[in-house]
């Protein structure tokens, strides 16, 4: 049993270069977000999705796309990538017990 | 925009003392949920409150919901080496987003031996 899983943990992108970040969760949880973290600063909410085929805009959703084809699996994309993307994503669902959240993914724009 | 601040940003105590965080909203929360991360990691469920001036406790833990359903803390009594880390507040995002939540900048505890 995972929990929530995230790939790739670290990535270095060049200004302008695209990419996806994959989470997988096996929980059978309806609900799953994408938050970034900044230095000294919260978490803060990108995108969410309440369940397979739907996607719904967060608190800093510009830049960012989403998919949820399968239940389990929750994908977020950077059409074009600039400076201001480096941050840490961590990708989360919700159950009984609160969020659980993946491992992280460590982005750097260049 | 709703707001979910907390104080401090740092606090350094000698291991065996007792540390303190506050979180406070500019808005009435359902509900407040508290996470540690400890350095290079990932944040970690503590608890959540509901009811208005509720307080519980884990171990070495004390969480209260304040009377106005505001504010918040944690208090962790006696520190040891293992409490190191970043602990945040959250509460419901005010955009409505099914459980999406709204993170306090989080207190940094650092613990000297």
């Known amino acids: 049993n995972a929990g929530v899983t995230q790939t790739p943990k670290f990535r270095v992108l060049k200004t302008g270069q695209s990419m996806t970040l994959l989470c997988a969760q096996d929980m059978n949880h309806e609900y799953m977000y994408w938050y970034r973290q900044d230095p000294g600063m919260g978490l803060r909410l990108i995108h969410y999705s309440v369940g397979e085929g739907t996607t719904a805009k967060g608190e800093v959703p510009d830049g960012y796309n989403v998919s949820r084809l399968k239940k389990q699996n929750f994908l977020l994309g950077l059409e074009s990538a600039a400076p201001s993307q480096t941050s840490v994503y961590f990708c989360?669902?919700?159950?009984?017990?609160?969020?659980?959240f993946g491992s992280g993914t460590r982005l750097t724009v260049v | 925009g709703q707001q979910v601040m907390q104080i401090p940003q740092y606090q350094h105590v000698q291991e065996g003392e007792d540390f303190t965080t506050y979180c406070n909203s500019s808005t009435t929360l359902s509900n407040i949920q508290w996470y540690k991360q400890r350095p290079g990691g990932h944040p970690v469920f503590l608890i959540q409150?509901?009811?208005?001036?509720e307080v519980k406790k884990q171990k070495r833990l004390t969480f209260q919901f304040g009377e106005a359903k505001k504010n918040s803390s944690l208090h962790i009594t006696a520190t040891q080496t293992t409490d190191v880390g970043t602990y945040f507040c959250a509460g419901p995002w005010s955009g409505g987003g099914a459980d999406g939540l709204t993170f306090g900048k989080g207190t940094h505890l650092i613990i000297q031996p």
């Open positions: 409150l509901v009811k208005s001036g």
């Open positions: 989360a669902s919700i159950g009984f017990y609160g969020y659980t």
